[in-house]
């Protein structure tokens, strides 16, 4: 009988290892990858160390959260407001500027750290070609994002996946809007 229950204990041991290594394969280097968050231009929705997961099967839509390669190779985590075809302007409304797509004011109290008193330096509108996408940060004041010309729209193949969860800090473990 003692035989019969380590030889169970070792196939349980075998399992798990496998079972292990499989779910790391997919989290690291096949469907899921980690990113640190660097710096502050997604506050307060995500802060600088916080540790998130993306998925690298891509099918964006507005409002998504995604991570880019910028031309520096640096990793970096923005908001889609337009995707290939939309129209995005921004617009001086007498106190602060306010973001149009496709002709009708965006409604992003949501998520935004604060007014945007920024508008950058392109020439608007702006629409987004096939293939790319225009992304901001959600603390617009302090993001260098699409809305300056050395960045504008950013190609689709630049773009290595969408945000999934935050898992680090675990306090503040989950989804976000």
Do not use: C
């Not at 196939?11 to 640190?36: D, K, N, Q, T, Y």
């Not at 640096?74 to 973001?99: L, M, S």
């Not at 300056?148 to 190609?155: L, R, S």
């Amino acid at each position: 009988m003692a035989s019969k229950d380590k030889n169970n204990n070792v196939r349980e041991w075998i399992i798990v290892i496998i079972i292990v290594a499989a779910v790391f394969f997919v989290l690291r280097g096949g469907v899921f990858r980690s990113i640190e968050v660097k710096g502050v231009s997604m506050e307060d929705t995500l802060e600088h160390g916080d540790l998130v997961f993306i998925n690298r099967w891509l099918k964006l839509d507005r409002g998504d959260i995604v991570v880019y390669t910028n031309a520096k190779g640096e990793h970096i985590i923005k908001r889609v407001i337009g995707i290939p075809g939309d129209v995005v302007d921004i617009q001086f409304n007498g106190a602060y500027d306010d973001v149009y797509l496709n002709g009708e004011m965006l409604d992003e109290d949501d998520f935004i750290k604060e007014i945007m008193y920024q508008k950058g330096d392109m020439d608007y509108p702006v629409t987004v070609p096939e293939g790319e996408y225009f992304l901001m940060g959600d603390n617009r004041n302090v993001s260098n994002d699409s809305r300056q010309k050395e960045n504008g729209t950013i190609p689709k193949d630049k773009i290595l996946g969408q945000f999934v969860v935050r898992f680090y800090p675990f306090s503040k473990f989950g989804k976000v809007n």
